[in-house]
């Protein structure tokens, strides 16, 4: 199908009854898997079909299915890694520094093999927010646990009262593809609703927008063949009348782009 | 591998509740992951189709460009209908159900017709399928129709079952040939009051005549059970197997896409 919109893959939250998150009482008794409304709105928006793809991994507890993450690459254009939980430090060669911040260990293997399928595959991959974390340390890169503990210095990157309604100011990298979507815009105010971050860069990441108070890393991609990108906001979020002037339009349309130039040429 | 079939789940909706400590004012959209093992097990790719309508909606994708992509449809279990939509009002106010959904899983379903393609409903999809056209629903069993046996237990849930008899000489006891009884699961409390139109009942509860399974006499694949297969444990020999209902479902899917 070389017309038509676009078919856009989106990572599942991942919800286990008793788990950390949401408690809505005795009907979550099952495994569910979930995406904030928005975020396929978001896709949405650039006449792209968002779907939702479940979470089976290889060594699924289930074993029921015979689905292969390798088939979603094969047959979804691009990938979007929605935000959410923290990634778990055993997935960057830590221990948790606090029971709190023992992350989504479920949810990186389903996610790492569905990215790992679809940049082989040669399909475009986009992270928001843990996105861009989970990327990071797959690619070889680590994170800070938790920035106000590990970087006390840092301005706040979150504000669990206002949770998106919080906002700080990002610098675009000159030179960067991210910079050249912008054309005369070096500087924008984004939300920012993280209390991790990266550490160290993966060897193979450019730099592509940073918090000029902290020099926090805001958004990177991986220099080499293929598009993985990603971002510490949240572009889906869109509030009437919140301070964030860095329009997403410019970031959605880039990475479907890429996926529409990938199948073309194939 | 491009030849799998691409199958849609109708999504759940969790509402923006502003008094819920997290994801306050968000709406969530989810599967049971149960359900997407299921649908998967004989081989076929099952994506949550999320609806393109809400407070954050901002695109211009409809309905027909997902049926146009994917060969079937899955509507899921879940809370129950607005009883609006058959033309009633609510008996009792936790008896509302969910509009928006049953707005968003008939319009994926009509879009699925439309383009020829099966839809196959689960439980509260059987309800959403029998009222989409035409037909109505009791509001809660019980208290409508209190010769009922049991069709829900809220403490066993899905470890609650009882007998199913196929009407025979339907599509349904065709695919279990020299079977006129099973057991399945039963984890409803409403349940088909008005028969659509064009619907011809496959399996009643034999203990209350209650209607278990659907199938339209129309042009193209629209079934429905009232029970959930994915609920039933394969290893389980004392309830159905579900298996052929889904292959009978995929191979409609594999035809329509072949058509």
Known sequence: MKTGPLLIGVSSRIYTPGSVGINAGGIWTKNL??????????????????????????????????????????????????GGNDVAPESYGETPQHPDWAGDRVRDLYEVELIDAFVRAGKPVFGICRGLQLLNVMFGGTLLQDIATQR?????????????????????????RLAELYPGVRRGTVNSLHHQAIKDLAPDFVIEAVCPE???????RRSGPGYVAAVQWHPEFHIP?????????????????????????? | MQDRLKIAISACFFHADDQRPIFKGKTLQYIEQSVAHWVGSQGALPVMVPSPDGDTSRGTVNY??????????????????????????????????????????????RAFVAAGKPVFGVCRGLQVLNVAFGGSLWQDIATLRPESKAHRDAGLYDQHFHPVEFVPGTRLAQLYPGVTRVT?????????????????????????????????????????????????????????????????????????RAA
């Open chain 1, 33 to 82: 898997h979930y995406l904030e409304q928005s975020v396929a709105h978001w896709v949405l928006s650039g006449h792209a079909m968002a779907v939702m793809i479940p979470a089976v991994t290889r060594d699924s507890i289930i074993t029921r299915s015979d689905l292969d993450l390798d088939d979603y690459a094969g047959t979804l254009d691009g990938l979007l890694l929605q």
């Open chain 2, 64 to 109: 027909a460009d997902y049926a146009a992509w994917l060969d079937g449809l899955v509507l899921m279990g879940g809370s129950d209908m607005w009883p609006g939509h058959y033309g009633e009002e609510p008996l009792q106010p936790h008896w509302s159900g969910d509009r928006v959904r049953d707005q968003y899983e008939t319009a994926l379903a």
């Open chain 1, 152 to 176: 006390p210095a840092s301005r706040a990157h979150r504000d669990g009262s206002a949770f998106e309604r919080h906002y700080h100011a990002v610098e675009l990298v000159a030179g960067t």
């Open chain 1, 214 to 220: 902290d020099g926090m890393i805001e958004a990177v």
């Open chain 1, 241 to 266: 009348g919140d301070p964030v002037n860095f329009d997403d339009t410019p970031m959605l349309d880039d990475f479907l782009q890429a996926a529409r130039a990938f199948r073309l040429s194939n």
């Open chain 2, 184 to 256: 399945t699961n039963s984890v409803h409390h409403q349940g088909i009051n008005r028969l659509a139109a064009d619907f011809e009942v496959e399996a009643r509860c034999p203990d209350d005549l209650m209607i278990e399974a659907v199938r339209w006499r129309g042009s193209s694949y629209v079934a429905a059970v009232q029970w959930h297969p994915e609920f039933h444990d394969p290893k389980d020999k004392s309830v159905i197997d579900d298996a052929p209902i889904l292959k009978d479902f995929l191979d409609a899917a594999r035809a329509a």
